[in-house]
């Protein structure tokens, strides 16, 4: 227990800026979560080893001496084809089947993908270092190092585009149809399964982007996917499916609650604490849906 | 119960009670086999007869895991200065203390996450489908990683249970544990045999089939749930206590909590075997636990890669498990009255 949080303010600074510099890490990946949810209607658990996967290919492009911000670019195109790949093989054999089959089926991949990085990249925790710097606040007292607001911009431009594709262009609208009402959208000439894998392909390369920015700003290790899942998940259902700015607002608030729960509970509950939040929130919202349910009656 | 099912009883428990002795070096692998039919079969009361998917039944296994430790060494000597002594032994039970201690370890291990799943079955089990799935895949990690940073169950550098006394050497301790395992088998199957056959299945059965349906025909399907989900957390609680001993170290995450591993585990394997049956998860724990010991002989290092493909052929393919098919292929061994004409007429369609 530390009670420093409420003794000097400027660590309440220092951890909500960290927070919400880190929730909008988290709501491009919920972004991506709850694009496959709404159109797909599957709940995929591999999201964070995706993320993973694309935090080692920026990492290995600051290996081989290029500078790991380019992996924004680089591993979104990558992971683009990775998605392709996994929805070729598995996902569309699970589509329009019970959701639980989706979750199963997606738990194999997380495994499957959890060990493959094992083998391939080594159990070490790693970091790609960008060389940015820090940025000092409030009298040196609040340390923000640059990569953390570079993530976060880039972020911030990366779901813009992404909002604005999905108004303006024709895969866009198409997508957009086929989560309204797929089979209307079939009859209406849209090729849905093409819309799946394009829209499984865009989620994983928007994991991409959030794996290179995590790679640069946090570290990652072949085991982390897990949390991150949980983590969009939660972000789902608290802003619910398809509410945008309800996304991008419960991110940053996961991600001032674990910056804090860090310095109160101590590190080695961070992870903990962020399941048994999930396990909170998803009683909260059946309490309050039974209390709905009653009143119909 | 007509006679054929008598005589393949008896036929397995002599089985059960001679393969220790015709199998002498499979001891541990058989004690292993038969907790996880023990887990596989529980999962299915809810997993399978209920319709609620659960992940978190590792759960109560890993309660009852560090309960029965902590009680075995408890009730004997201070647990905070055996844990931190760590695989050191600064105090050796009694061939006494160790049996009690463990038969009333096994007491708490089962009891203890019965209650724990009756205090939050009414909060979790309101929730349906893919969000009960996930919020009890929440809980198994949350309590591993919360397990993991408790001093006095030993924290990150785990929990040696106590060493089985010296009477005998290996040999009696493996037969020990087989028998301990065997015998919660046995109990776990004579439970759900007769849980089965009363009209407490037939609830369970129309809760899975639809929920809503259930509650207006006056069924209050809340009392159910909770009872078929601590039904299956007694059980578990018991393989757990069981299974800490046999293993012999308990870690947070690699062994109580295990998620990844168990947790999965005892879900596949009553799909492979087939959900919603008496024998499936039977069958699935033998079959799965056979290729397991394969994959983790031959393909050493790449046996998480295996088991991820495993996985998803199942699911894929064979969502129905081997009981399903073969209920397909053979409904009349299932007692379903098939009308000849129409069988043939389908035969003809395809």
Redesign the interface.
Known sequence: MDFLVFQYPMITIQACLDGLLLGILFALIAYGMALQWGVMNIINIAQGDLVILGGYIAYFMYLYGIHPAWGVIVSPIIMYFVGIAIYKLVINKVVDRDLFISILATFGISILFMQLMNFAFGADVVLANSGYGTTMLFDNNVVLPNSKIFSAFISIVFAICLVVYMKRSKLGRAIRATAQNARAAKILGVDTEKVYAATFGINAALCGVAGALISITFTIHPYMGLPYTIRSFMIVIVAGLGNLPGVAISGMGLGIFEEFADYILGTEFRIGSVFLLLVLILVYRRFKLSRKREYLK | MNKNSWILYIGILVFGLVAPFIFPAFKVQLSILCVLIVLATTWNIQGGEMGY?SFGNILFYGLGMYLCASVQVGMFFPLAEWTESGGEKTFVHTPSQFFQGMAAGLVVAAVVPTIVAGLIGY??L??R???F???T???G??A???S??IEIIGA?QGFTTPPFPNIGGLEARGEFFYFLSFGALVLTFIAVRAIYTTRFRLILNAIRDNEDKAEAMGIETMKYKISGWMISAFFCGLAGGIMGGLVGYIDSTDVAFDG?EMG?FM??MA?LGGKGTLWGPIIGATLFHFFKEGFWTFFL??Q??A??????VI??YF?EGLMGWLREKYPERFGEVVDEADRKAQVELK
């Open positions: 998917n909060s979790i309101g929730l489908g893919h969000y799935a996930i919020c895949l929440g809980l990690v949350a591993g990683e919360i993991g940073g990150g990844r999965v879900v596949l799909i290092g790449w998480y890669v088991l991820g493909v495993l996985i998803v699911v894929i969502p």
